[in-house]
């Protein structure tokens, strides 16, 4: 285990702003289509990019983790996130749909293998996805872990995370009339998926911004400008809360830890802040119980956000590490 020290104040050790070379629209089922971006090296060694949420969405500074003279930077915004369209659409949107649409992407690109990169939700899809496609994976990079468990999800939107943050609970707590807030989930999905534009744009913000509060070890006010903006708390707060109140979509409750057998054989790196609050480390932590082969590291000055100093170095570490490969 490494366990760092404090990285506030350093060089960062992102690669410079880099443009696409190249975006399209994949049409991924009858309603979806799916939006993507190529960067970095044509010719070089593939490395997908998967966003958290879900809903979340692509930014451009995602490709900053990758040296763009070795790597093929591929990033796409999953169904009804970014770009893709229809926005916030959760009809024909769960994981094993999104699981589907990596490879379909995989195979319109023409990779064979591939480098996965995912933090937070983006480690949730691409633990399935390798678990489901481990022939097709190159490597690993995690940051984050969220395997989806009911233990999770209650911690961080019905008690535990409130503890911690509870000046950020009471505006996602008040939002909620007392007498179902003995389950936030569903009182908010009400809400979500209201007719009621109005009703739906106030449990967005609410939800957008209890998550954005709590995502880094110092609140960060840019993150919580964010969640104002009403389409990307509409896309964010909706297919969130659709995915986890249908529990992942997984059969069991731990569906993840329990497969990860199928991809020890992966190489992989694993970065986890020791202070992140809204996928705390102790998933992190039985991740690498049952997978001893992949390097492990607990930040010890950082929380959820890969755009944190500690974290950030070790995910542009793990990826220089993979150039070797």
Request: charged fraction near 25%; include cysteine.
């Amino acid at each position: 285990m490494a366990n760092t020290h404090s990285h506030y104040g350093t060089e960062s050790p992102l690669y410079p702003k880099i443009d696409a070379y190249d975006t399209g629209f994949l049409k991924v089922s009858d309603i979806h289509s799916i939006h993507y971006e190529q960067s970095g090296n044509p010719n070089g060694l593939p490395v997908v990019y998967l966003h958290g949420g879900p809903g979340g969405g692509i930014a451009p500074s995602d490709r900053q983790y990758f040296d763009p003279k070795f790597y093929r930077i591929i990033a796409f915004d999953q169904r009804g996130a970014g770009l893709s369209t229809p926005a916030a659409e959760l009809a024909q949107n769960d994981t094993w749909s999104l699981v589907s649409d990596i490879e379909q992407l995989r195979t319109t690109l023409g990779v064979d293998k591939w480098v996965v990169f995912g933090g937070s939700w983006g480690s949730t899809l691409a633990l399935t996805y390798a678990i489901k496609h481990a022939s097709h994976v190159k490597a690993l990079i995690l940051r984050g872990i969220f395997t989806l468990r009911q233990s999770e999800l209650k911690w961080f939107y019905q008690e535990g995370a409130s503890h911690i943050f509870p000046d950020a609970w009471d505006s996602y707590r008040d939002a909620i009339p007392e007498d179902e807030r003995h389950d936030f989930i569903a009182a908010y999905y009400k809400r979500l998926t209201s007719d009621d534009a109005a009703v739906r744009r106030a449990a967005g913000k609410a939800w957008s911004t209890w998550e954005m509060a709590t995502s880094k070890l110092f609140v960060d006010p840019e993150m919580i400008k964010h969640a104002q903006d009403d389409t990307w708390a509409d896309q964010f707060a909706r297919i969130e809360c659709h995915y986890f109140i249908n529990k992942g979509f997984f059969e069991t409750d731990a569906w993840i830890l329990d497969n990860v057998d199928k991809i020890r054989h992966i190489p992989a790196v694993i970065v986890q802040g020791r202070y992140d609050v809204v996928c705390p480390s102790t998933t992190a932590w039985e991740l690498h119980k049952r997978w001893p082969e992949a390097e492990f590291h607990m930040i010890g000055d950082s929380g959820h956000s890969a755009k944190e100093p500690g974290t950030t170095l070790k995910l542009v570490e793990a990826a220089n590490k993979f150039k070797t490969f």
